[in-house]
């Protein structure tokens, strides 16, 4: 019937089905054609490639590689997801990395239908067609140039182009990114768009923005573009800029990812582990690894720096191994202090989610409708909050009350601590206005140690930001006699 019609049937990869099961479907389909009544039914039956499906096997390239070449691809379905559910999301609002999987689809010289499967508005659907032009267009151009690839020097040269990546990444890309997100908060400020509105009108997630603010780096290009066109930055930029920005465009979900992990690194720790590494020999490098526990592979590629060194369980074990620790600076230290002390805590809560049916924290944030990335830092500052609260009841500075912590007594200004008004800071009992006065107050005492601190000096203590409100706050929390 198809025959007659001049109809072709394309058989779907739904969610789960194997590359393997689809290449079976089709050896059976051949020994049917082999009957003369079906000898064309090879003809008008092929596949329907659904990427988003293909994620959630794995990845949607090494499905496209497992697939027979002979089997024809009639048409494909574009959405995203994060590898787990069929979500049907708009491309950038999961980690498939569409560029790649145009690039191998290319390769097989794919030229006809995509179907965009995933709701959404008017013009974020023109932005989002124009996009995956771009991306077809650059895998057909990758494509035509293939074949002038040096094949022997192919392993060597995707060495190299890693190592680039590495050091631009790292040196101009994240830098010129929270500075443009600065510029945009000037702008924000000139024109006096509160944060709602600005969201509101561009269609941004306000976490999402918050989140810039707070110097995450920014992985939704297409988010950041709507912002720099609304303040007309492009025209603004200088030559560099405009390339970083170019560059930035053209940058995969994968890409990104991996950018927003690496940007949180201090470089300067990256490159005192890797200059010491490329001075050990092989064999003293296998030692290292069977000593420390740490893959072969792994110290390799942070050798040949192919990969950068991330993980700080591994770091922490080779710069001991290195006896690196000496060499680095505080803010590299404070870094991996605080990163082991973010696996502890994950470790410590992960249980409890499990107890609740919850595995991960991404299946958690899955539930509440929220970012993995909003979760995961909730998650660490309730942590830490838990433990600084610890800290003030064993001090006898707080009372915990089922509304939550209160302080237990009026605090006398001139046997206050340091370490007193920190805990009660980070416990959540003074504000950070407050913080900044008590401090303030502490110093004044410690220039003045023979001086009876009495309650008007508030008012002659300036800092930004503190008014009568912060002043009548502290007065319910201080007292300043003796007694």
């Not at 072709?8 to 082999?34: C, D, H, W, Y």
């Not at 770091?315 to 605080?338: D, G, R």
């Not at 046997?415 to 401090?439: A, H, S």
Request: hydrophobic share 35%; aromatic share 10%.
């Amino acid at each position: 019937e198809a025959k007659e019609s001049n109809i072709k049937i394309a058989v779907e990869n739904t969610a789960g089905f194997k590359p393997q099961k689809m290449n079976k479907l089709f050896e059976r389909l051949e020994i049917i054609s082999k009957i003369t009544k079906f000898k064309d039914i090879l003809s008008y039956v092929g596949v329907c490639f659904d990427i988003g499906h293909a994620h959630i096997r794995g990845n949607p390239v090494n499905y496209l590689k497992k697939l027979n070449p002979s089997i024809k691809i009639y048409n494909v379905h574009i959405h995203d997801n994060w590898g787990d559910e069929d979500e049907h999301l708009r491309i950038g609002k999961g980690i498939i990395d569409f560029r790649e999987v145009f690039e191998e689809l290319s390769r097989r010289k794919y030229s006809k239908n995509m179907v965009m499967e995933y709701l959404t508005d008017k013009v974020s659907f023109i932005e989002d067609i124009q996009l995956i032009k771009e991306w077809w267009r650059l895998s057909q151009e990758k494509r035509k140039s293939s074949s002038s690839i040096d094949f022997d020097n192919f392993n060597k040269q995707r060495k190299e182009d890693k190592r680039d990546k590495i050091e631009v990444w790292t040196e101009d890309i994240v830098i010129f990114l929270k500075n443009l997100i600065k510029k945009i908060e000037v702008e924000r400020e000139k024109k006096k768009i509160s944060i709602k509105k600005l969201c509101f009108y561009l269609d941004i997630p306000p976490t999402t923005y918050q989140g810039w603010r707070e110097g995450r780096t920014p992985i939704q290009s297409f988010y950041l573009k709507k912002l720099v066109d609304y303040f007309n930055l492009e025209e603004r930029f200088c030559d560099e800029e405009n390339k970083l920005w170019q560059k930035y465009q053209k940058m995969t979900p994968k890409d990104l990812k991996y950018l927003v992990k690496i940007s949180s690194v201090p470089y300067s720790l990256v490159r005192k582990v890797i200059e010491t590494l490329r001075k050990i020999k092989d064999t003293d490098l296998k030692k290292i690894s069977i000593k420390k526990r740490v893959p072969l592979t792994l110290l390799r590629q942070w050798k040949d720096k192919t990969k950068i060194p991330l993980h700080p369980l591994y770091l922490k074990k080779i710069i001991e191994e290195l006896n690196l620790y000496s060499l680095l600076s505080e803010e590299e230290k404070n870094w991996l202090k605080n990163k082991l002390e973010e696996i502890e805590i994950r470790e410590a809560i992960i249980p409890y989610y499990k107890r609740a049916g919850k595995d991960t924290l991404r299946e958690v944030a899955k539930n509440l409708g929220v970012s993995y990335e909003s979760v995961r830092l909730d998650t660490l500052k309730i942590a830490r909050k838990i433990k600084w609260i610890v800290l003030a009841e064993e001090h006898n500075l707080i009372d915990l009350a089922e509304e939550g912590p209160k302080l237990l007594k009026k605090l006398n200004i001139h046997t206050l601590t340091f370490e007193e008004i920190e805990i009660l800071f980070r416990c959540g009992i003074f504000d950070r206005r407050v913080y900044k006065v008590l401090k303030k107050l502490l110093e004044y005492r410690r220039k003045n140690p023979q001086e009876f601190i009495k309650e008007d000096i508030l008012s002659k203590i300036k800092i930004k930001g503190v008014g009568k409100k912060t002043i009548e706050k502290i007065k319910s929390y201080i007292k300043f006699d003796y007694r």
